[in-house]
């Protein structure tokens, strides 16, 4: 037996060719965060997440997702996007949910290609990030904390000139 267990194979095949055009890697019975009724599937593609509680469809491609933290006692995976939309928290609620969350954290890595986190001045950070998309092109991106001043001339600055070494570092163009 693969990644996929028997029972629910064929359910996150077809989520995977419906929704993301792919094939599955790995999927889980999941519901929905606290307070949010609906159970659903949460299916792992070599390019995108597919989170499907019947209707409601969510496809996004895995250098959209930030970060994923799992807790492991309660199996509730909160995901961050990286362009600021609400966090996502699903409960994985398979009897054996680590094939999907090893997938999960394995997608997310494989789309950073390169990455600087630097301290600012004034407070706060900012991660400069080279990412892969789904077509193995490179794009970079800048992600702050709330504490980001970018009208600062000091913190622009730094932030260009970190942009431009993690963009130098992979040969992408300036």
């Known amino acids: 037996m693969g990644l996929l267990s028997r029972g629910h194979r064929a ?14 890697l790995a999927g889980a019975q999941v519901a929905r965060g606290a307070g949010e009724p609906g159970e659903g599937w949460a299916v792992a593609t070599p390019h995108r997440l597919v989170l499907a509680f019947g209707e409601d469809v969510v496809v996004r491609r895995w250098c959209d997702v930030d970060h994923g933290a799992l807790d492991a006692q309660s199996a509730q995976l909160t995901i961050t996007w990286v ?3 609400p966090e996502t928290v699903i409960t994985l609620t398979d009897d054996k949910p680590q094939a999907f969350a090893r997938t999960f954290r394995e997608r997310v ?4 290609v390169h990455a600087e986190t630097i301290k600012l001045p ?14 193995d092109g490179l794009f970079s991106e800048v992600l702050g904390d709330g504490y980001v001043r970018l009208d600062d001339p000091a913190t622009a600055a730094l932030v260009t000139a970190a942009e431009t070494r993690v963009r130098e570092a992979v040969g992408l163009p300036l």
């Open 109 to 112: 890595q494989s789309s950073v």
């Open 11 to 24: 359910e996150h095949d077809r989520l995977a060719r419906q929704h993301a055009q792919e094939r599955a």
């Open 83 to 85: 362009d600021g939309a």
């Open 122 to 135: 004034h407070g706060g950070a900012v991660r400069v990030v080279v990412r892969r998309d789904e077509t």
